[in-house]
């Protein structure tokens, strides 16, 4: 099963590797990852996207609580969740593929960043199924040149906030 883990820590150099690190030596994968510093300039949000069985992501939080650096994680898919990533891919257009092309776009509400005679840039964004979605519409009706994805963003609705445990 697909879970989004959150992650705040130190901002401090090394932290991320650290906690990458601790995924390779247990053999878990990372499908997606982004971090930044949060409004607290000390802290710093990962969002992790991983597959894994709930007994192995509760194993991998109660791993990840251990490294030094680590102030609080949560399992996102385990609540109400917000997610979002952003696509940019570039295709091969002709004048056939063109049309249909723009009205996946459209469809998913899309914005075309760049044209020329035979390609297209566009920028995509939604939930990492919408974004593989569209990815494997956009695979059937022409060529991919390159895709580039930011990885998953996520947060919890509402008043909720992953703070630092007291």
Known sequence: MRHILSILLQNEAGALARVAGMFSSRGYNIESLTVA???ESTISRITLVTEGSDAVIDQIIKQSRK?????EVADLTRRDHLECELLM?????D?????TFVECVRRYRGFI????ET???????GTGPEVSDFLKEVSRLTQVLEVVRSG???????AAVL???S
């Open 89 to 93: 891919l570039k295709v091969a257009v």
């Open 37 to 39: 510093p949060t409004h």
């Open 119 to 125: 390609t297209r840039t566009v920028q995509i964004s």
């Open 163 to 165: 703070a630092q445990s």
């Open 95 to 99: 004048r056939q593929s063109a049309k």
């Open 113 to 116: 960043l760049d044209e020329s």
């Open 67 to 71: 490294l030094v650096d680590v102030v």
């Open 152 to 158: 998953v963003a996520a947060i919890e609705p509402g």
